[in-house]
């Protein structure tokens, strides 16, 4: 079937016209894919209506099924009766808002009476009631809430007319639970119309940013074998601008932070010059920080500048959000709570303050500016440090060569089974070998074997071996009636459904004024160091610390201009692989001047210097500098593979040299490398350097050198919850995370002992190994050490390469201004000797 000869096509095309449009060659392609039966994923650049590829098709789709437009569509006011044609997950709340508008409008404009509703943790509870009597034809919804639909009766009457499911920002689920939530769901919902609606064909689709593996993307969303499946790839490039914000000098002993806010005055004639600018920090707290920098910078801001993440109060997100749609706001300092796919037309600028850890993360940020086919992205970099212009350097080259990285999927995530499992027995029951046939089908699970599904079984119905004698556990039974396995208490149904997700955080404390007026949400473990009479920093207000009442924070305004910034979970991201590869590379141009980045000849000097008091590694050489200093003898590795890698290889190290001889160290590291700091003289020579990085014997050396049990511990906790092992709370009353961490460590200690083939506690090692101690890319890292020239140095200062791990080693246990005096004193000592006729010794080995 020719679709352009289609009326549907037709009317879609001439509305196209009246706005002064035409489609892209790969919309209408998706188009044409869609309407011959296909599933597939688009990859586009950003701006340039990826949405709109997989929507018209849908609405090109459903105008061909009228005979008559004028004359059997209703107006939009009468009520629609069609059913749910079309789910769109999203990963995000923040985009749906702006979605539901822009696919609203095509409605209108297409004379198509299709209601658009929203469905996530921020919908009302009238709407929801309201969605339940008469569900709309699109709905746009996160994975845990299509879940929580799944979790009704009579769910296959909510998905008896659907004809597509699209996932959003694909790239953005794929590598969590979150992406594995999503694929149960598709396998039940096709399933459902299968089973009811053998003839009619369910059309899945992603729409994806690009990510090096594109086509195991689509592999992991449409894993079925008895469809059409095709990658539509726009051949399309997105122009974007990528300025750095340089210092007027540079320091020669750089540290983490201390160049940031000194920049500050020169972000503000960029915000002016913008008609709005987003301002992306890494963590909640840079975003606070920030935000009281620019405003005590520049007081005119006041009203014109505002914060946005995912802990303050919904109806002031939404307020930021419509403001920015507008043009009232002029910066909007954010989090990743704005990074994908919401389109703010007014935003022409984008800065990042510090490194982004990751190629597509920069581009994805890139993309919130000129966020329309022909505008220019445009970009700026704030560096943090100066070593951080290297980065800069790094991710433009990446951005030209679209070097960009993979996102491995979630693989056997037992708790995650196990909820849905739980999920669906809530809701209409299950046969468990019709689930069992629906499960093995997604990528997520195609491995389960027989007897690991016999024990999930066996854990949902009794809580397994050990747990076999406590009823509460015995949460799914067989019904006599029409034989399908059900939750018959209506207590444990409801306390499964208020925890559906796979997000566990820390306990979150609403922060009201004593007034009244929420502010917005904090985590327990930060409100816990405060004492009355304490300020901090929220959605950008100076608060004081009254009292905890109720898991709610009551707080009053503070008299205070400056504050602490609250500290979230999670804060400090890791530099990807691809980056890090890139940053040796640019190391090695850096000096030989075979390069045209601004970035690299300001960083010159400061390269030049570590040259004359050590070494610059090249991107196939291995420094490592022995240091003796008043504070011991130091050791400083450099693989560049970032922060979470350098903490298992730091603790992996020390371990292979107290095997040589009985020493203890401290550990500090950061992206570029790690410190391991003992009082004694560390045994380390050219004769076993090799050696010590080996691969050889890593896994049990790993088990050896850290705790890998308490490690293990630590996941679980996060495991415990999602399947439903450990209750959080009610609404209100959730429960402190050390309540929950000692509940997790109970059943932690009860497996390990008495319940050894655990799938839970195995899919907690699992985890601690390929996820946190990211055991291949270490691995990997120590083989390219292998076959990489090293370089051991050893000096009696301090060098530009080691300050800033020297500096992190020190910063969690000074206050700041402890850390300021030391850095002071500790630079003075470092250029005493920094001179350029002071003898090194070098090695090569």
Known sequence: MQLENSKGYKQVIKWLKSSKKK???????AWQYYAEGYCGLINAPTGFGKTFSIFLAVLID?????????STIPTRKKKSNQGLKLIWITPLRSLAKDL??????????????????????????????????????????????????????????????????????WHELIGSKRGVMTELAISRIKSIITEKHPERLLRIWGISATIGNMEQAMEVLVPYHDVLKTIVKANIEKKIEIHS????????????????????????????KSKTTLIFTNTRGQAELWYQTLLGQDENLAGQLAIHHGSIDYELRNWIEDAIHTGLLKAVVCTSSLDLGVDFKPVDTVVQIGSPKGVARFLQRAGRSGHSPYEISKIYFLPTHALELVEAAAIKEAVRTQDIESRDPIVMAFDTLIQYLVTIAVGDGFDDEK??????????????????WKWVMQFITTGGSSLTAYNEFSKVSKDPDDGLWKVKNRQIAMRHRLHIGTIVSDAMLKVKYLTGGFIGMIEESFISRLKPGSSFTLAGRVLEFVMVKEMMVLVRKSKLKQAISPSWLGGRMSLTANLGALLRKKYNETLNKTHDEIE????????????KVSHVPKSDEFLIELINTKDGHHLFAYPFEGRQVHEIMAALIAYRLSM???????????????????????????????????????????????????MARRKFRDI?????????????????NKHLQSSAALFFNVFSDYDKHNLLLRQAYDEAFYQQIEEPRLAAALNRIQFSRVIIVKTERYTPLCFPIKVDSLRDNMSSEELSQRIERMTAESEKGLSPTRRKNKQRK
């Open 23 to 29: 489609p892209f060659k790969f919309q209408t392609d």
């Open 435 to 452: 689930i069992f046939f629906e499960v093995k089908q997604t990528h997520a699970f195609k491995e389960l074997l027989p007897q690991e």
């Open 100 to 169: 539901a508008r822009a696919m609203n409008e095509v409605c209108t404009e297409l004379e198509l009476n299709w209601i658009v509703g929203i469905r996530n943790g921020d919908t009302s509870q009238s709407e929801k009631l309201k969605q339940k009597k008469q569900m709309p034809e699109v709905l746009i919804i996160t994975p845990e809430s299509i879940h929580l639909l799944l979790a009704q009766k009579n769910t296959f009457n909510y998905f008896d007319q659907i004809e597509c499911i699209v996932a959003d920002e």
């Open 660 to 710: 040589i001889k009985p020493i203890t160290f401290s550990m500090a590291m950061n992206d570029y490398g790690f410190e391991l700091l003992s009082e004694h003289p560390i045994p380390l020579d050219e004769d076993n350097i090799k050696a010590l990085f080996t691969p050889l014997n890593l896994s049990d050396d790993i088990v050896a050198s850290i705790n890998a049990t308490e």
């Open 62 to 70: 459903e105008l061909n099924k009228k005979v008559d437009l004028k």
């Open 245 to 272: 914000i340089l210092p007027d000098h540079i320091d020669m002993l750089p540290w983490a932070g201390h160049l940031g806010h000194k920049l500050a005055h020169k972000l503000l004639p960029v915000i002016h």
């Open 720 to 736: 415990a919850c999602i399947s439903g092992l450990v209750f959080q709370g009610y609404p209100g009353k959730y429960l402190a």
């Open 600 to 611: 690299l000849d300001f960083i010159l000097p400061l390269f030049e210097q570590q040259e």
